[in-house]
């Protein structure tokens, strides 16, 4: 074992004498990160993958130029000061999102897809299938030594009742992460319970004997359980079996998040108040969940997280911003200026929503630079134009540079349906997480080193 | 897949009545002969070239098909030609293809010939995927175990929708995040109900009474005796504070004795707030003084506890020596004890778990303990605990008692595992057969519960299961009308018609406040109250369910009335209110309808239209081809005309007509009512034209005539109804083989007025909800 002891968050607060914000350090960074690592640990990287649905109005966002010294389209503005830490990565395709032969249903395949590069079964319930996601796979990879293997959030529940689009289950348009192709990985959107779960501590004032206790009766409670299941599974047939496997899946990562928890490296509940719902207007509620990824990210209580604005195919309506119309409705534009306009209009206010949150992590320092630095973030939409339902040319923005090694601050023109997929090998190369193929990909994505 | 076969089916006759009128007719599909003559001929055309012959494709040969007799020995082949026709992924593109009328002639007759052969012989009942309870499944189980109705579920993550119902054991998934959320609601609900902290245990508080403080609210009778006790030698009282903090019983115990004399023993009478509770006889005498204890039920606050002497007695002079004497009481002490754990003093949940004390005997609690979680773990699973399932829940029970916790620290642990385990949160319904087979009697009434109540069986049905009485047909009918009458069945409202009518999507729908400023959430959930009280009026009076479509009567209040331009009704309850309009009446004009099926800032004819062939009618309209044109609107558009010519303008593309002119008429004839459900006549200026012909040649003029022909589809209705309401209780998408039961079951309905109940009483008595298919079966 290391001599290193590592530092409590609580310590390391303590020898502040202050609960600011707190820089990452070295000195907190799990062992495991730190074996075999060189004696000077870097900061950790990060990947974050955000999704607006019904495509973007591309005349307004897509690059004049390409290469380094774009002109900032209009609805980019907004990030006009992160521009040398962006990529806008023009022509990347998900070929999975069309038909190919199953029919209507693009907002449903348009989100199942954009992470997967996979092509769902198209079925309303029995056997739901697509393929895991880059996020779950880089998860599965890094995720074991932090609090939360990743962070899954969005801004509206699943759909209440319906159908969600064209004969597929609504599991389909709103979950975008996948632990495995049959397993949707379902978000959270209440920021209070996101609180909680990064930063809940058991109970208030819990000490040493009885907390031990506690932890003790909780493994004792998983044994029994994962007991039940096992037996449980005997007497099934294969397709209930599959929702007992899934149980004990569950089960399994919890047993490891207790086991990673170790007593002395609880979290601290951050100088941040605790949040007490969901808000009710649409731009707070996601700031708020983007402060508590940021939040996340800083404690290292995750590497990993997806943030869905919307469900895929959301008919909300923007009031706020002078947009009353329903977004999935004004997606069809069928090139009336005026719709054009309006949707520009909402772009434009996503993106606001994205500044936001990369100035909360730019605002972070890290060794040297900021967590912007350690980051890979994805921005973009399953859909090219919502008028015509494509899923290659979409829009994708590449935000951080990775620890280094991307060179952004530029547009970059890929040829016609570069499967989407080859990016994200090359940033689970990046992760540590690297592998062969990954749904569609034909291989690593092309000049993101410059 | 499934679902695009079964809702091929869904209404064959409609859609060839309505979108290819040359193909085969109902009749002619079942004819003898019809392969041969329509059928084959179409095989031939475009099939047999590459699925025939030596080397046929795929090995699917359908050359050797030549008779009704040869597709009856292969129903599996034929599935598969049905759904690659069906969804046009045969013939391939590249070769030729066949008509619309050629395509609807093969699948017809596929259709019926593969259902009137599933029908023959016992029916497959099909399986259900293990379903987990899901969120309100969860909240209203935890009630009813428990007692405790705090929704913890309210925390857990959304649960996926399948087949338009949120009950689907397909897509309910357990991702670590809910399963975290298990673990935490489990352990927060044993911390409500079972009681196992110091709160068990009984506060004692002695006084001694030769002296007193300076307590106003406090007196002293009597004077002190002896410097130890305080002696009362006339009637009179000590009054006492006491203060408990928490309700129950309290034991008091005095010591005391008595300067005995007359008949009588001295009495002690103990007064509450100035009431008497209970007058003991004080025997004793000084040379050995009794304790004699009192049982009070006291509620917190600052308590007057009196403490009297009743039977003064004074004859110092009796000529009889026996008679003769000074009777006075004397009293050392008094104890304040409690509340005493008995059950009655715990709260409800605490007893309803913990149904018996604990022995005095540490050596025989485990015994206790056997007995306890044995009647809750078998109440959670919903079928009897096994002796091993007890014997394992134990060893947390023993656990507990071996770091010395308390015996109910002990039943918290093991109930907390009982709240986590598959068995509780999934429905299980074992596999342990090969063939088809009934399911048992706790399986079937768990089906029965969570279709109608959304939660556990009560202890009627655990009885009757017990007993093996349920799977009696006439104790199910009872059973059901027994539980439909339960408040609890306002379940079945909320979440089965929340989800039918789509009225839950209200909760999340913005109208555009620049035009609506009169939207806000009273009349959003009147709306919804309305649709809700409406679909229990038809429950519970026995109602024809083609009530939903028009009727004369509805559930208004102030709010709502005012939205409908109803006047005399007053506040905000809601009452039964008459229609006399006959333009407003049934679940098409109710605002909660028109509202979820508009968008933010118009109505749009096609969502109402398509609402209601899918909602209704049961015959949903293929979805829109990519890349289509759209509407005109704004400013300009305006100019071009109304929304319904510029509507009809765009729907002069054959492409989109052919379900446009299905979708399109059905909505024009509720463009009275604007996209919250208020009328109107005039839209963006233009005068409204609420007239339409359906493709069937049939017309009308504005919502009233067009409702009445819907009502004329009664068949149609029943059936689409029939098959929501049977998904929803099964917890799976229909399949091929459930067509069978919803046969029979829309044709008993219709030889019963249609009515609602009849509906729920026969769906509960099929084979999809009595059966199960079997192991072997699993393909």
């Not at chain 1, 249903?105 to 079925?123: E, I, N, Q, V």
Request: glycine share 8%; net charge negative; charged share 25%.
């Amino acid at each position: 074992m290391s001599t290193h002891r590592k530092l409590s968050r609580r310590t390391v607060l303590r020898g502040l004498g202050t609960a600011v914000a707190l820089p990452w350090l070295e000195a907190m960074a799990p062992a495991a990160a730190l074996a075999g690592s060189a004696s000077k640990a870097a900061p950790p990287l990060r990947m974050a993958f955000l999704y607006v649905p019904n495509g973007v109005h591309l005349p307004d966002w897509t690059p004049a130029t390409e290469g380094a010294g774009f002109a900032l389209p209009p609805t980019l503005q907004p990030l006009a000061p992160f521009q040398d830490q962006l990529l806008v990565l023009s022509g990347l395709s998900q070929d999975a999102g069309f038909a190919h032969g199953d029919g209507a249903g693009d907002h449903a395949r348009a989100l199942a897809s954009f992470l997967t590069g996979a092509h769902p079964r198209k079925t309303d319930g029995a056997n739901i299938k697509a393929g895991i996601s880059v996020d779950q796979l880089a998860a599965q990879q890094v995720g074991r030594t932090t609090r939360l293997p990743s962070l899954e959030l969005g801004c509206d529940r699943g759909a209440q009742s319906g159908n969600c689009d064209s004969g597929y289950s609504c599991a389909y348009s709103s979950n975008i992460s996948w632990s495995s192709a049959s397993t949707p990985v379902a978000k959270e959107i209440n920021p209070r319970l996101v609180f909680d779960r990064l930063f809940s501590n058991g109970v208030p004032g819990e000490q040493g004997v009885s907390r031990a206790r506690r932890e003790r009766y909780r493994a004792s409670i998983l044994d029994f359980v994962t007991e039940d299941a096992r037996q449980l599974r005997h007497r099934l047939g294969r397709t209930d079996g599959r929702k007992v496997d899934e149980y004990l899946s569950s089960i399994r990562e919890i047993e490891r998040r207790i086991q990673t928890a170790s007593l002395d490296n609880q979290p601290d509940a951050p100088d941040y108040p605790t949040p007490e719902g969901i808000p009710p207007d649409f731009q707070s509620h996601a700031r708020l969940l983007a402060d508590l990824m940021v939040l996340a990210f800083q404690g290292d209580l995750t590497r990993v997280s997806t943030f869905m604005l919307a469900n895929e195919g959301s008919n909300r309506s923007y009031k706020e911003i002078g947009v009353p119309d329903g977004h999935h409705n004004l997606s069809h534009h069928g090139g009336d200026p005026e719709k054009h306009r309006k949707l520009a209009q909402i772009n434009t206010f996503h993106i606001e929503q994205l500044a936001y949150l990369l100035s909360k992590l730019q605002a972070v320092r890290e060794g040297d630079g900021t967590l912007l630095d350690n980051l890979m973030l994805v921005y973009g939409s399953g859909i090219g134009d919502g008028n015509r339902h494509n899923h290659n040319d979409l829009p994708v923005l590449l935000i951080g540079s990775g620890g280094g090694t991307i060179q952004s601050g530029r547009h970059i023109q890929y040829a016609k349906n570069t499967p989407m997929n080859n990016l994200f090998l090359s940033m689970l190369d990046r992760m540590g997480a690297g592998v062969d193929s990954l749904g569609d990909s034909r291989g690593r994505l092309w000049g993101l080193e410059g | 897949m499934r679902q695009s076969r079964f809702t091929a089916w869904l209404s064959p006759a409609l859609l060839v009545a309505i979108v290819v009128p040359c193909a085969l007719g109902a009749d002619e599909v079942a004819k003898p002969g019809t392969f041969e003559a329509k059928v084959a001929p179409v095989l031939n055309k475009y099939c047999i070239s590459c699925h025939g012959g030596k080397k046929p494709k795929a090995g699917v040969n359908l050359a050797t098909f030549t008779d009704e007799a040869a597709v009856l020995k292969d129903l599996k082949t034929w599935e598969k030609v049905l759904e690659n026709v069906e969804l046009g992924l045969m013939p391939p593109e590249d070769k030729p293809q066949p008509t619309e009328v050629e395509v609807e002639t093969l699948t017809a007759w596929v259709e019926s010939t593969l259902t009137s052969a599933n029908c023959r012989g016992p029916a497959d009942p099909g399986r259900v995927t293990l379903r987990r309870l899901n969120r309100n499944e969860y909240n209203n189980t935890i009630r009813d175990l428990v007692g405790i109705d705090f929704h913890p579920a309210d925390d857990f993550p959304s649960d996926d929708v399948g087949y338009g119902f949120d009950n689907i054991g397909d897509v309910l998934s357990l991702p670590p995040l809910l399963m975290e959320r298990y673990l935490a609601a489990a352990e927060q609900i044993v911390q409500r109900a079972i009681i196992a902290d110091e709160r068990l245990d009984p506060l004692t508080r002695r006084r001694e009474l030769e002296r007193f403080g300076k307590n106003p609210r406090e007196q002293a009778a009597g004077q002190p005796y002896k410097g130890f006790a305080r002696g009362l030698a006339s009637n009179g009282e000590i009054v006492l504070e006491f203060q408990p903090s928490r309700e129950g019983n309290y034991q008091v115990r005095v010591r005391a004795f008595g300067q005995q004399a007359g008949p009588d023993p001295a009495r002690l009478t103990v007064r509450v707030d100035g009431k008497d509770i209970e007058t003991v006889d004080v025997t004793a005498t000084e040379d050995a003084p009794g304790t004699y204890d009192v049982l009070i039920p006291l509620t917190p606050g600052r308590r007057k506890i009196a403490l009297a002497f009743v039977n003064d007695y004074y004859k110092p002079d009796d000529s009889d020596p026996k008679l003769r004497g000074d009777r006075n009481l004397y009293l050392d002490w008094v104890e304040f004890r409690g509340p005493i754990a008995d059950l009655k003093s715990l709260p409800e949940p605490h007893r309803r778990i913990v149904f018996l004390q604990p022995s005095s005997k540490k050596s025989e609690w485990r015994g206790n303990a056997r007995i306890i979680l044995e009647r809750f773990a078998s109440r959670a699973y919903r079928r009897p605990a096994t002796p091993e399932e007890l014997d394992r829940l134990l060893t947390l029970f023993d656990m507990a008692l071996k770091d010395g916790e308390r015996f109910e620290r002990g039943i918290q642990l093991a109930v907390e595992a009982v709240l986590v385990s598959p068995h509780f949160l999934f429905r299980v319904e074992y596999d342990d057969d090969e063939a088809a087979h009934p399911l048992n009697d706790y399986e079937l009434a768990a089906r029965l519960s969570y279709f109608l109540w959304s939660s556990m069986p009560d202890e009627e049905l655990f009885t009757l299961a017990a007993e093996h009485k349920l799977q009696n047909n006439d104790v199910l009918d009872a059973q059901v009308r027994r539980m439909l009458n339960d408040p609890k069945a306002s379940a079945l409202v909320e979440n089965f018609a929340g989800q039918w009518l789509q009225i839950r999507n209200l909760k999340t729908l913005n109208p555009d406040p620049g035009q609506f400023p009169n939207f806000d959430e009273a009349l959003r959930s009147a709306m919804i109250r309305e649709t809700e009280l409406f679909f229990q009026a038809i429950l519970t009076e026995d109602r024809s369910l083609l009530d939903f479509l028009d009727a004369d009567f509805t559930f208004l209040n102030e709010r709502l009335a005012k939205h409908y331009g109803i006047k005399g009704v007053r506040g905000e309850e809601f009452r039964r209110v008459p229609l006399t309009d006959p333009r407003r009446g049934g679940i098409l004009t109710q605002a909660s309808i028109l509202t979820i099926t508009s968008n933010p800032t118009r109505t749009s004819p096609v969502k109402r239209g398509k609402w209601i062939l899918e909602q209704v009618l049961g015959a949903p309209p293929p979805p829109p081809p990519p890349d289509v044109p759209e509407l005109l609107e704004g400013k300009d558009a305006r100019l071009s005309g109304s929304l319904r010519q510029r509507m009809e303008q765009h729907r002069v593309d054959p492409g989109c007509a052919s379900c446009h002119v299905r979708m399109d008429p059905l909505g024009f004839g509720f463009e009275n009512f604007d996209p919250i459900g208020a009328w109107r006549e005039q839209d963006e200026g233009l005068p409204i034209d609420p007239s339409g012909v359906l493709p069937s040649g049939q017309t009308f003029q504005g919502p009233a005539e067009l409702k009445a022909i819907l009502k004329t589809k009664d068949a149609e209705f029943a059936r689409c109804l029939a098959e929501k309401m049977l998904t929803y209780a099964l917890g799976r998408g229909l399949e091929y083989p459930d067509k069978c039961a919803v046969d029979r079951i829309t044709a008993t309905l219709s030889s019963d007025q249609y009515r609602l109940t009849r509906l729920v009483r026969e769906i509960v008595k099929s084979d999809p909800f009595r059966k199960r298919k079997g192991k072997g079966d699993e393909s």
